[in-house]
């Protein structure tokens, strides 16, 4: 019963930045923990930032530094902040979160983010 929205994907240059948002809806709602990951063509999907309910963050080592991972928790919404873009960042991006009590996991339909040269 719980969605998930992403928003703010397209297309930016090299050494640009991008911030993307996840929304989540549903009747009764709490969430956990929030994440984004992300997938190339052929590749695996990756973690790229999380985020839980009392804000403890982690990112993945190819975008520590870069990227920054944020929420509104009244908005049941989070945020990933993208700067000095790459190519190798060119992407499906995907949200994901967690049920309060971790018992459900939800993932949004993907935004694609694409990085030119």
């Known amino acids: 019963q719980v969605q998930l929205v992403e928003s703010g994907g397209g297309l930016v240059q090299a050494g640009g930045s991008l911030r993307v948002s996840c929304a989540a809806s549903?009747?009764?709602?709490?969430?956990?923990?929030m994440d984004w990951y992300r997938q190339a063509p052929g590749q695996a999907r990756e973690l790229v930032a999380a985020?839980?309910?009392?804000?403890?963050?982690v990112y993945g080592n190819s975008v520590k530094g870069r990227f920054t991972i944020s929420q509104d928790i009244a908005k049941n919404t989070v945020f990933l902040e993208m700067n000095s873009l790459e190519p190798e960042d060119t992407a499906v991006y995907y949200c994901?979160?967690?049920?309060?009590?971790?018992?459900?996991?939800?993932w949004g339909q993907g935004t694609q983010i694409t990085v030119s040269s």
């Open positions: 994901h979160a967690f049920s309060c009590t971790m018992e459900y996991q939800y």
């Open positions: 549903g009747d009764n709602i709490c969430i956990g923990a």
């Open positions: 985020i839980t309910s009392g804000g403890s963050t």
